[in-house]
């Protein structure tokens, strides 16, 4: 007997759940032991010799030495940057890679590595083992991940941690722009924006910033 179109679809449909959970356990398996981290995001592009790259370096070292392992997206640019940083202090570099069109790959200075096809669960996996974020200049993958972590903190989907933003002159648009017309509007209150949301100019203010606001820190 052949199968319909919605049958057929619906084949599909329940092979992709098994996808997912199949992906999910494995993950769940590869980072279940890694200790705690700090997710560090910021462009792919950013280039090697730049004050950004260098500085993220330095902020995932001290990181390490603060007792965080450091989980970055995997790929070139500030996340190359993260996890040179982790790797060159001794401590844990974690890769979160994602299968695009035009193929990404791991960066040399990964040491634990967990590769995705679904951007949710590789966004789960970044909230799920990080007790705080670091948001460096980057694009719309940045902000992506921005907003994910201030919308579970800010609805209560996951206990609030510190989230940085590094580089005032960067951000500066988008914070005024959070105050000034979103919270203007009432679609956002400045209690929300000032407690979920720490900017800083040097990596020594990230370190500073994330003990303060995270009570069982290493």
């Not at 996808?19 to 398996?29: D, F, S, V």
């Not at 070139?76 to 990404?104: C, D, F, R, W, Y």
């Not at 679609?187 to 994330?210: H, K, N, W």
């Amino acid at each position: 007997m052949k199968t319909s179109p919605i049958d057929q679809l619906s084949i599909k449909e329940s092979w992709r759940m098994f996808r997912i959970l199949a992906e999910l356990t494995e993950g769940i398996e590869e980072l279940s032991e890694i200790g705690p981290c700090v997710s560090i995001f910021g462009s792919a592009r950013a280039k090697r010799d730049s004050a950004i790259y260098a500085d993220t370096v330095t902020i995932a070292k001290l990181l390490v030495k603060a007792g965080y392992g450091v989980i970055t997206g995997g790929g070139p640019g500030l996340m190359e940057a993260g996890n040179k940083g982790a790797k060159e202090a001794g401590g844990v570099s974690v890769g979160l890679t994602i299968e695009l069109p035009h193929e990404q790959e791991c960066n040399k200075y990964v040491t634990v590595h967990s590769d995705y096809r679904y951007f949710f669960l590789r966004k789960l996996m970044f909230v799920k083992y990080a007790q705080a974020y670091v948001v460096m200049p980057g694009g719309m993958g940045t902000i992506d991940e921005l907003a994910e972590a201030f919308v579970l903190a800010q609805t209560e989907r996951i206990e609030p941690f510190p989230i940085v933003l590094y580089d005032s002159s960067y951000w500066k648009g988008l914070v005024n722009w959070l105050k000034k017309t979103m919270a203007k509007e009432g679609y956002i209150t400045e209690e929300e924006i000032s407690g979920l949301i720490t900017v800083c100019d040097t990596p020594e203010d990230v370190i500073s910033a994330i003990r303060k606001k995270v009570s069982n820190h290493p």
